[in-house]
């Protein structure tokens, strides 16, 4: 089993920044790629950043990058979303979820990642 818990969401002016953080347990966290989605009211979850067990590739949707930074820490079993120059359009819940097999070649759909968390909200005021 694994469980993983989201920190750092909140009420930001746009154009602010916010660090989002996920402390995961229970499974060999430093074996896996991980992912931040979000999902805003009335629409379906969407991708937003990953990255391989080993840090040496990450991957962003297109709306965040140059924007979104997505980090990991594998002797803390922690990954990290760094949000700069945040858009109203940013708003939504945000969780981090585990990829579903060893090998990770930057899959962005929803339904390959099997352990998620309960997301943290992030709002962007205008």
């Known amino acids: 089993q694994v469980q993983l818990v989201e920190s750092g969401g909140g009420l930001v002016q746009a154009g602010g920044s916010l660090r989002l953080s996920c402390a995961a347990s229970g499974r060999t966290f430093s074996s896996y790629a991980m992912g931040w989605f979000r999902q805003a009211p009335g629409k379906e979850r969407e991708f937003v950043a990953s990255?391989?067990?080993?840090?040496?590739?990450?991957f962003y949707t297109d709306s965040v990058k140059g924007r979104f930074t997505i980090s990991r820490d594998n002797a803390k079993n922690t990954v990290t979303l760094q949000m700069n120059s945040l858009k109203p359009e940013d708003t939504a819940v945000y969780f981090c979820?585990?990829?579903?097999?060893?090998?990770?070649?930057?899959?962005?759909?929803?339904?390959?990642?099997?352990?998620w968390g309960q997301g943290t909200q992030v709002t962007v005021s205008s």
């Open positions: 990255i391989t067990a080993s840090s040496i590739r990450t």
């Open positions: 979820a585990v990829y579903g097999a060893s090998y990770y070649s930057g899959s962005s759909q929803v339904r390959d990642f099997r352990f």
